[in-house]
């Protein structure tokens, strides 16, 4: 059984210098793992994410991979998924992976993906925060309502997500704890550490 998810978000290329990750049962990238997008960034990112022992692994895009949009990715292992839109269920827990592309946010269709996440979802993977929650930076709130609010209506265990460097920490609130695990600063340096979150058993 899953117990444990070791969180992360916003490496932009500088995932080589976290040395040796923590245990857990599953390891989460919430996107942005890249800086200008291009397909070897996302090679020496999935290089490097393939390799780390944990026994799942899972990862989503950022608004800075770019060219991931409209694009599958195959040959990964049995046990790394890339979501888009998508679930993996994994003993028993439902994950959602909701990327985070700015052809989307443009032409409205990313508010349609947001009113598409399962309702039987557990844990939330998305890249921009939901509006209010860790998304505060430069006297702006730069989360999504529409997410909020189904959010608010899923009830997940775990809402994880990036995007917003300057907002990293965990709030719990009503049924769902929220998690951004930003590991850059605005300077693009690596200020933060992977968070290590526990299901209840």
Known sequence: MIQTI?????????HLQLGTLPDADVLVHSGDFTTDGTEQEVFDFIEWFISQPHPHKIFIAGNHDTCLYQNHLEGLPDNAYYLCNSSIEIDYVKFYGLPLFTQDVATKLYEKHIRTIPYDTNILITHQ???????????????????????????????IFGHIHHAYGIEHIAHTFYINSALIDNTHKMTQKPQLLFLPK
């Open 6 to 14: 070791l969180h992360l978000s916003d490496t932009h290329g500088l």
């Open 129 to 159: 925060p939901p509006l209010g929650i860790r998304d505060y930076s430069e006297n702006t709130h730069w989360g999504n309502l529409e997410l909020l609010q189904q959010v608010t209506a899923i009830k997940p265990q775990y809402h």
